[in-house]
Nanobody, 123 residues
Framework: QVQLVESGGGLVQAGGSLRLSCAAA????????MGWFRQAPGKEREFVAA????????YYANSVKGRFTISRDNAKNTVYLQMNSLLLEDTAVYYC????????????????WGRGTQVTVSS
């Protein structure tokens, strides 16, 4: 089992920045690909970004490419999502997730999930 706890969400104005963190406990964190997903009200959960266990590979949704950066610190069992130039449409609950194997964008292929952290972007 892997337990994931997100933090760092909040209210921010459009154009601003936030950094989300996801702390992992349980099995060896460095064995897992980590991903970030988000779910806006009335919409399906969607892929945002993912990072390989070694940080050598990252992958982003087109909607956040160039604005968001995913990173991880295996010594701290933590994955981060730096969000810059936030847009109103970035408002959502953000979830981190973990899986063994390669980077994938389908939420159905991730085994462990956190409870999410709310990000609200205001005008």
């Amino acid at each position: 089992q892997v337990q994931l706890v997100e933090s760092g969400g909040g209210l921010v104005q459009a154009g601003g920045s936030l950094r989300l963190s996801c702390a992992a406990a349980g099995r060896t964190f460095s064995n897992y690909v980590m991903g970030w997903f988000r779910q806006a009200p009335g919409k399906e959960r969607e892929f945002v970004a993912a990072i390989s266990w070694s940080s050598s590979t990252t992958y982003y949704a087109n909607s956040v490419k160039g604005r968001f950066t995913i990173s991880r610190d295996n010594a701290k069992n933590t994955v981060y999502l730096q969000m810059n130039s936030l847009l109103l449409e970035d408002t959502a609950v953000y979830y981190c997730a973990a899986r063994r194997g390669g980077i994938v964008t389908s939420m159905r292929l991730y085994d462990y999930w956190g409870r999410g952290t709310q990000v609200t972007v205001s005008s």
